[in-house]
């Protein structure tokens, strides 16, 4: 026996039975919601070439990404995001189609680089980018087709939760930091680690953005944080985002998602790719975020065709982890047949429910009974010369 | 109220933290009794307290089976970080250092050093930042014994009061980072359960308050 060939490589796993049903179903769910939006599927290779992620500013590292050098000895890598390979279609084969374009997909990211943390290094995402959108309208229908997405999955208690990217900039840019002290504050608040955000923010004494930024990591729940944000800091592209948070808050309300939607001020991670509002799902039962999602209006400028653009990914296991497992199908009947009866025999499984009936592959009837005891199968139906004849277990 | 689970580290940590806790008006009796019992309750508080290695105090933090877990910033800087961490506990004092043999010119060579460290993440991210290429090597015991047998030219490792280094012959020459134990909070806890943590955080800013 090879040592390796009864594992899968680190990372990997193999679905079997119901968390093969679960991953499908929430595949299912999501794709049929997101062609009732206007959305088309679209497939993308499975490896692409490394410029593709470096031409579109993507903030994984280069660790993070698989990689592997074709016989002409350019760089490919496993795909390890959907949207940039979306903006890239969008700004060549799809460069005279119209705008806005709706774009959805179903497939793997692959990473590396998490040995033995447990984490999964193929992802399954499902997840849809509006180009060529601008303004709120477009955000609005984001943020309410993120929360229909989870509905549609059948994830009781969750939440939307929303930030700005505009936020955080506005009180950094008062502060006139180098690219690391930046770095450092933006670091801080994503992490909300207070102690470290008192002592970067010291020098600043009673600026209002410094005063702002303070409690900027606490400025997440409800929609409160909103009317508080307001009182620390309300100036130029802070009011803005606040404007249009409380704007999102009051239209989602109004179709009766208050309950979903929550806010965090201090959600400001990768803010290089994000322009605008930035959104993030959790779900009772699951550990990490379960969906994520933004604007970022300047992807697919480095493309060569700028236009606004948003969209969200779920992460279809995280999310098939928080239901209830999937029933699978529980077997009736097993048909034993003479081959002259095929027909009859196929005529009579495809009338059953999927999963309730197979065939047998034994000649002897005695084992096609006994392969009945052992799947658990209530009945064993026998065709032969045109008889029909049902044997109860 | 949603109940809460926290992971605690093993060892010194875990006696501060109880002690923290006591301060806070919580009833640690089953923690400082635990038996054959490795989940333990807190009666009078919404708690469950578990005992656990630093590193797994992340990990499980990290895959949100604990909300909440007390660990040395040596772990996290070591490990990364993908979690909130929201307190400095103010216990739990040491550094990271650099420390070679009594003597020894670290600096003035061209020859590649070797490093001998438990942390190699931390010593490689202190020599990138100086933009030194140094070759690591993990060592899993007493890493001091790594230069007296001539097998690395320093050591990055915690240190408290220097003893054990001036014991072997080895003296601090850097500074790394400065450590002490953190409050960490996994993300969708935080998120979906703000109201149980904030109360918990809140409890532990006072008590750290009253004692300072």
């Known amino acids: 026996m090879k040592p390796f060939s009864v594992s899968t490589p680190e990372g990997t796993k193999d679905l079997l039975y119901s968390d093969c049903l679960a991953r499908r179903g929430v595949q299912a769910a999501l794709g049929s919601l997101f062609r009732r939006r206007g959305y088309s599927e679209i497939i993308t290779p499975e490896v692409e070439y490394y410029d593709l992620f470096l031409q579109s500013g993507n903030p994984l590292p280069q660790e993070a990404m698989r990689k592997l050098v074709d016989q002409s000895g350019k760089i490919l890598v496993m795909r390890p995001d959907n949207t940039a390979p979306i903006a890239r279609i969008c700004a060549s084969r799809l460069q005279s189609a119209n705008l806005p374009l709706r774009l959805y997909y179903s497939q793997t990211v692959f990473r590396s680089g998490s040995a033995n943390r447990g984490r999964n290094s193929e992802i399954a995402q499902c997840g849809v980018e509006l180009i060529g959108a601008p303004g709120r309208r477009a955000d609005l229908e984001m943020v309410a087709t993120a929360v229909q997405a989870l509905e549609a999955c059948g994830v009781s208690d969750f939440r939307i939760e929303l930030g700005h990217a505009g936020f955080f900039r506005a009180l950094a840019a008062q502060l006139d930091l180098d690219e690391e002290a930046y770095e450092r504050l933006r670091g801080a608040v994503e992490g909300k680690n207070f102690a470290s955000l008192e002592e970067l923010l010291d020098s600043y004494g009673k600026l209002p953005a410094a005063a702002a930024l303070r409690k900027l990591s606490m400025l997440f729940g409800g929609a409160e944080v909103l009317d508080e944000a307001r009182s620390l800091f309300d100036g130029g592209e802070a009011r803005e985002a606040l404007d249009l948070l409380a704007w999102l808050y009051k239209e989602l309300s109004a179709a009766g998602m208050e309950n979903r939607v929550q806010f965090d001020l201090g959600l400001v991670h990768q803010l290089e790719y994000y322009t605008g509002v930035v959104f993030r799902g959790y779900a009772a039962g699951a550990g990490s975020v379960v969906l994520s999602g933004g604007r970022y209006d300047n992807l697919m400028a480095s493309f060569g065709r700028p236009a606004p653009a948003t969209g969200f990914a779920v992460d279809v296991d995280a999310v098939a982890g928080c239901l209830a497992p999937p029933e699978p199908p529980v077997p009736d009947t097993v048909v034993h047949y003479a081959p002259e009866c095929l027909r009859g025999a196929l005529r009579l499984a495809d009338s059953m429910p999927p999963g309730a009936c197979q065939l047998s592959p034994y000649e002897n009837p005695e084992e096609s009974v006994a392969l009945a005891g052992e799947k658990g199968a209530k009945c064993v139906v026998f065709l032969d010369n045109g008889t029909v004849r049902e044997v109860k277990l | ?212």
Request: glycine share 8%; net charge neutral; aromatic share 8%.
């Open chain 2, 1 to 212: 109220m949603n109940r809460l689970r926290i992971a605690l580290t093993k060892g010194r940590l875990q006696e501060e933290s109880v002690a923290l806790f006591e301060r806070m008006g919580l009833d640690c009796t089953q923690v400082k009794n635990p038996g054959r019992r490795l989940v333990h309750s807190v009666s009078n508080y919404p708690l469950d307290i578990v005992l656990a290695k630093a590193p797994d105090v992340v990990t499980y933090v990290e895959h949100g089976v604990c909300d909440l877990g007390i660990v040395g910033k040596d772990t996290i800087l070591e490990m990364g970080r993908s979690f909130y961490e929201v307190l400095d506990l103010g216990f739990g004092r040491c550094r990271f250092a650099l420390a070679v043999r009594d003597g020894e010119d670290f600096y003035g060579t061209y020859k590649t050093r070797r490093i001998a460290t438990k942390y190699p993440a931390v010593a490689r991210a202190f020599f990138a930042d100086k933009g030194m290429d140094v070759s690591v090597i993990k060592i899993e015991g007493s890493v001091e014994l790594a230069p007296l047998l001539g097998l690395a030219d320093a050591i990055v490792d915690l240190v408290e009061t220097g003893a054990t280094l001036r014991e072997n012959g080895l003296v601090p020459i850097e500074d790394i980072h400065q450590i002490s134990a953190r409050l960490i909070v996994n993300t969708a806890s935080m998120k979906l359960y703000k109201p149980e943590i904030l109360d918990f955080v809140g409890k532990c800013e006072r008590a750290l308050e009253e004692t300072k």
